[in-house]
């Protein structure tokens, strides 16, 4: 059989810009018009010229957006896709606490697919919703198809686990019995929208069109500690990348990613799109993977990070002795490259602060908290005006390795950094973090399955 004609349009599918789990089509040729008719067909949202969106309510546009590119590539359209959407094409996740546990990953499709057609009528308008309702668990209503059979619908759940559980041949009998059930919870018209489905909404609107921007001047070489905090999520994939013996888990929602050592002793904890008083990393050891933390590590987006990342990756993450006490000889022996570069050295209250020699960052470190093993704050790293009002920070409880913090006073006392040349009359930095950090726990997910 000779293959079919083929069409002249090119089709690229990317991730979208600002929502974690949507995909974009970008088109481009004389026949493009073919390949946007489909699209739109099979449920993608024109955004911008030339630029269509698949948006979900149960984040499963990668695996639709793969099934789009099959029946656009059998029909000639050339079809690029991502090499960033195509891992997410690739990955096998599972919704956790899934509450129907009998269904395979297949049948969980299938069902979040019924409850997608749902949404999508109640947004088109096909579906009509006289009444809602809570019940205890879960939200309720009943609605009219306006086309197709006509029938009356009560709807059960929300967002992916919506589903008709009865019907009814006109809207007088599905009220009736939605009242019944329902009538002192019972409120008109439909619920308003879930956090998903308004976080769905925000994805169809127009897309931005591109800003000219000036060309960025070169960066300017600074100390370590006053450079630009870089692309944290980039350095993170790159260090998993590097470091094979971490796995890497991620939450459905997106927002945070885990990278686990293989021994289940070491864990690490990257929260995505922080604000910038917001701890962004949490670092945690542990004896067993089932044993209490022994000692633990939070920043917020600090320019260091990849230096640390790289003394844990080296070892230095298990480098403690847990009856080790954590005295001023400890602290004065991992601050020594600080002292050796001209760093000053006095004795602040209960503590020893180490200061640059332009004054604009330091060490702290408190011999007396050291004395209750969860607290967070044991050694205080910063730049800027003072541990109370830093640009970014760096908190440790005891006993965190003294090869780790070391090599930490060795990158803050001698490396060089880059940041954005600042036009005339702009600000020297902000202040973010007013109150110490605190660490929170790190908890491994079980092995051998991801969820989201």
Known sequence: MSPGPTIDAHVRLDVHPTHSSAVTATLTGPQARIAHMGLEAAGWTVVADNVLALVRI?????YWAKDAAKHLAAE??????????????????????????????????????????????????????????????????????????????????????????????????????????????????????????????????PLAPPTTEPKPSAPEPVPVYLADAGD??????????????????????????????????????????????????????????VSERMWGLAATAAPVLEELLNHIADGDGWDTAVNTPVDERVGTVAAQPLTEAGWKHTLKGHGIRWTSPDGEAGVQFAPLTAQHPQNPATWTIWAGPGPERPTWAITASPPTPSSLLAGLSETLAHDI???????????????????????????ASPAGSRSR
């Open 417 to 443: 950094g880059h940041r954005r040349r600042r036009t005339a009359g702009e600000g020297r930095g902000t202040s973010f973090v007013t109150s110490p950090l605190a660490i929170p726990a790190v908890a």
């Open 232 to 289: 944290h999520d980039a350095l993170l994939d790159h260090f998993l990348y590097a470091h094979g013996e971490f796995e890497k888990w991620r939450t459905w929602s997106d927002e945070t990613t885990h990278a686990i050592h293989e021994s289940q002793t070491l864990r690490i904890e990257r929260v995505h799109e922080t604000q910038p008083r917001d701890i962004a990393w949490t670092i945690a050891a542990y004896e067993t993977p």
């Open 58 to 62: 149960d984040a499963e546009e990668p």
């Open 76 to 205: 000639g359209i050339a079809v690029e896709i991502t090499s960033r959407l195509q891992e997410a094409m690739d990955e096998e996740w599972t919704w956790a606490n899934y509450p129907m546990p009998w269904c395979t990953r297949s049948e969980i499709r299938e069902v979040s697919n019924e409850a997608q057609k749902i949404h999508d009528d109640i947004r088109h308008g096909h579906l009509l919703i006289h009444a809602h309702a809570h019940d205890g668990h879960t939200t309720v209503a009943v609605g009219t198809y306006l086309h197709r059979t006509g029938k009356s619908v009560y709807l059960h759940g929300e967002n992916h686990l919506r589903q008709v559980a009865d019907t009814f041949d006109s809207p007088a009998q599905a009220l009736l019995a939605f009242e019944k059930v329902h009538g002192a919870q019972m409120r008109p018209g439909p619920a308003p929208l879930t956090d998903t489905e308004r976080s769905a909404a925000e994805a169809r609107k």
